[in-house]
């Protein structure tokens, strides 16, 4: 892809870029898409005009060893940023004045994620999971795991799926009981739901996919991956599961009978193994990087096939990709500190 050093192809347009001290770990668009925020390795954490690129605010070593997750709650405006040092730091995302810390002991805070009406925080720290709701309700928090929990995930207002060694869980968050388990002799190293909650889709360190559908109880795999897939996105409507662990991103269809018996789509472009993979909110259009530093814009047809329709170059590994909350902007984040924007033609 030696033509993108000349700057975005397709739909893709050039905006405004910007930079962090160390390897951007996680970034999110935030306050109605006017900020972006993000963290980087160092434990640091920033703030950038999301029209702009301009720099904000700037939070240094906030988290001492080194940033792991960043999650902006549903209503914009405040921002969770979770690290090695066990604490979880909960600020307002347009000044990035802390507002509260949550100290979860001495385990890496690996994953966080809000419930979806953003009542409550679920934060992984090593074996368990603790569901915060603010500093006047009581700390929630699993038993162990099997292992460290890989993937914390609202499947509902009130029920929250972890993927670990072995198995998925889902709990009541109210009264903490155990309510499903989907077992697999394998460790599982990333996880989504589909919208409605009914399909659960796991990447496995044996290269494979597995996924579930809780309504019927049954289960399946999809293997060949030469890697392992550790970047999964469904689309939308949770028609489309696109899959990481090749150099090709992987798109299965699970309309109807699917994606059981049939062939996925290959989406065929990237000269090195995909990193990341994200549909946009809106439309059938997927965006993927991979450890080269490549960003492709695919528009994804009814039967899971695509064609790129936009690409550009960042500078070293995708670690990230944002769209905008409209679809017409996009955010990658690279290990070298570099956070690029383009604007996405409709």
């Not at 030469?226 to 409507?237: N, Q, V």
Request: glycine share 14%; aromatic share 8%.
């Amino acid at each position: 892809m030696s033509e993108l050093d000349k700057g975005p192809k397709g739909i893709l347009r050039s905006g405004w870029t910007a930079r962090v001290d160390e390897y951007a770990i996680a970034g999110a668009w935030a306050c109605g898409d006017d900020v972006f925020v993000v963290g980087d390795a160092t434990g640091s954490v920033y703030g950038f005009n999301g029209k702009s690129g301009a720099a904000l605010w700037t939070e240094r070593d906030t988290h001492g060893d080194g940033l792991l997750a960043l999650a902006v709650h549903p209503n914009g405006a405040t921002v969770a940023t979770g690290g090695q040092d066990g604490c979880v730091h909960i600020r307002d995302a347009r000044s990035g004045t802390l507002e509260r810390t949550l100290d979860l002991g001495d385990g890496w805070v690996e994953n966080l994620a809000w419930s979806h009406d953003g009542t409550a925080l679920a934060a992984s720290s090593g074996r368990k999971v603790f569901v915060d709701r603010g500093p006047s309700s009581d700390r929630w928090a699993t038993d162990d795991h099997p292992s460290t929990v890989s993937a914390v995930v609202w499947s509902g207002a009130e029920e929250l799926a972890t993927a670990s060694y072995s198995r998925v869980s889902f709990f009541d968050t109210q009264s903490g009981e155990l309510q499903q388990k989907l077992e697999w002799k394998g460790s599982l190293v990333s996880m989504v739901l589909s919208p409605d909650g009914d399909i659960v889709a796991c990447g496995s360190q044996d290269n494979s996919v597995h996924f579930w559908r809780r309504s019927t109880g049954k289960d399946s795999m999809m293997s060949g991956y030469p890697l392992k897939p550790a970047t999964l996105s469904f689309d939308g409507t949770g028609t489309f599961l696109a899959t990481g662990g090749s150099q090709s991103p992987v798109i299965w269809s699970f309309k109807g009978d699917g994606p059981e018996g049939t062939e996925p789509g290959v989406l065929e472009l990237h000269a090195a193994p995909i990193t990341e993979l994200s549909f946009s909110r809106r439309g059938l259009r997927l965006a993927s990087g991979d450890r080269d530093g490549a960003v492709v814009v695919w528009g994804v047809r009814d039967d899971g096939s695509g064609s790129p329709i936009g690409a550009a170059l960042v500078y070293n590994l995708v670690e990230s990709l944002s769209w905008r909350s409209d679809g017409r902007g996009l955010v990658a984040l690279d290990a070298g500190g570099n956070v690029t924007s383009w604007r996405v033609k409709d």
